[in-house]
C-alpha cells in the first residue's frame, strides 16, 4: 500500500544521544520514493542537538527540517509544524526522540488506518532501559501496580479506545479539533483525544505496532514527570468531565487515605493497617519482579512505584487547587489554521 504524502514531526529538546537513532529507526523500511517530510521541531536545545539535525539534513534521503520551537512544548511543536509544513499532506506521524520505533513504522501506521477506518492509529508503549533504574522502572510500569490496565502501557489487545499514545492523525481529524491545546505542557494527547472523539473521529490501538519507550533515569526526574502527568490529567478531566476512568481516581484517593491513616493512626493505630496494606501491594509486585528478572535491581521498583502513584497524586490534587479550567463543548471547536490538508 502506497504511503501517501506524510509529515512526521518530532519535538526535542536536549536529544543529541538519540535524535540520529530515531531518525535512522523511522527511515527502516521506506521506500525511497516515499513522499515525507520529517521535522525536527527543536525548543532550543544547548546539546548539539540542532547541529546534529543540521548535518543529518544535507544527506538525508527524504527531506529533513529543522524548526525553532520557542514555546518549547511538545503540543506547541507538532501544531507548528502543521501550520509551516502541512500542505498537500494527507497524514501526520508524532514521534518522540526518547522511544525507539520498529521497521517500516511508518508504513505500518497508514495501513492500520486504512485497514480499521481510523482517523487516528495510537500504539502501546514498552518501557526499556538502560540503566538499573530505568530497567526497574520499565519492568514495574508495565505491571497492574504500574498501569493501572491502561491499554497504551504495555497492552496486548488491539481495538478501538478512547486514548493511546499518539502516532499517526488523518491531517484532517488533526486539524478539525484544533491540533494540539498549547496551554498544555503534559496530558495534550489524551486532551486532544477527547475533542477528536467529541467530533466523530474513531481512535484505533494497534498492539501489533509498538514502540519502546526510555524512562526518566533519576528518582528526582521521575517524581517530576508523573507530578506534571496527575497535574496535566487534573485539566483534562475538568476540560472532559466525561473523560475520567476510576483507575484514575483511585490513585489520589489512595493518597488521600494514606495521609488520613498515617495521621488518625496516631490515636487509633489500627488505621496503620491502610499505609501497611499499601506497602505488602508493592513489596509484592517487587518481589513477583525479582522472581521473574532473576536481577537485584528490580528492588528498585519498590521506590519507583511509589514516586509513580505519589507524585502522580499530589500533581493532580495540586491541579485541582491550583488551576482553573473551564468545561469544552464540540461546539467550541476551532480547526487549527494554516493546515493545507488535502
Known amino acids: 500500500m502506497e504511503l501517501p504524502h506524510t509529515l512526521v514531526v518530532i519535538p526535542t529538546l ?5 535524535i540520529e537513532q530515531v531518525l535512522g529507526e523511522l527511515c527502516v523500511g521506506l521506500p525511497a520514493a516515499a513522499p515525507v517530510q520529517f521535522v525536527v521541531a527543536d525548543g532550543g536545545s544547548t546539546d548539539g542537538t540542532p547541529e546534529i539535525v543540521r548535518r543529518l539534513s544535507a544527506s538525508f534521503p527524504w527531506s529533513l527540517v529543522l524548526m525553532h520551537n520557542p514555546r518549547r512544548l511538545q503540543s506547541a511543536a507538532v501544531n507548528l509544524a ?15 526522540a526518547h522511544a ?67 502516532a499517526a492523525f488523518s491531517m484532517a481529524s488533526f486539524c478539525r479539533a484544533g491540533g494540539y491545546d498549547e496551554t498544555f505542557s503534559h496530558n495534550e494527547d489524551a486532551e486532544l483525544d477527547c475533542r477528536q472523539r467529541a467530533l466523530g473521529s474513531k481512535i484505533y490501538l494497534d498492539s501489533d505496532i ?6 526518566r533515569d533519576s528518582f528526582g526526574g521521575l517524581w517530576r514527570q508523573y507530578q506534571n502527568y496527575g497535574a496535566g490529567r487534573s485539566r483534562t478531566i475538568r476540560k472532559h468531565p466525561g473523560s475520567w476512568r476510576p483507575r484514575q481516581l483511585l490513585v489520589p484517593a489512595n493518597f488521600l487515605a494514606q495521609v488520613m491513616a498515617l495521621g488518625l493512626g496516631c490515636v487509633w493505630p489500627a488505621f496503620w493497617l491502610l499505609p501497611l496494606l499499601y506497602l505488602c501491594a508493592i513489596a509484592a509486585t517487587t518481589v513477583h519482579l525479582l522472581a521473574r528478572h532473576r536481577q537485584v535491581e528490580a528492588m528498585l521498583a519498590f521506590p519507583a512505584a511509589l514516586a509513580l502513584h505519589n507524585a502522580w497524586a499530589f500533581g493532580f490534587l495540586r491541579g485541582l487547587v491550583k488551576e482553573r479550567e473551564d468545561r469544552w463543548e464540540p461546539g467550541m471547536a476551532q480547526p487549527l489554521n494554516a493546515c493545507g490538508t488535502t
Open 14 to 18: 536536549n536529544e543529541a544521544a538519540h
Open 82 to 96: 502543521v501550520r509551516h509544513h502541512a500542505a498537500g499532506r494527507s497524514l501526520l506521524v508524532r514521534c518522540d
Open 100 to 166: 525507539s520505533y520498529p521497521p517500516g513504522f511508518l508504513q505500518r501506521l497508514h495501513e492500520s488506518m486504512v485497514e480499521h477506518g481510523a482517523d487516528a492509529v495510537v500504539v502501546p508503549m514498552d518501557s526499556v532501559g538502560e540503566s538499573p533504574w530505568q530497567r526497574a522502572i520499565a519492568w514495574v510500569s508495565d505491571t497492574l501496580v504500574g498501569s493501572g490496565g491502561s491499554a497504551h502501557r504495555g497492552g496486548a489487545r488491539s481495538g478501538f479506545v478512547d486514548h493511546g499514545h499518539h
Open 210 to 215: 509498538r514502540i519502546g519507550y526510555l524512562p
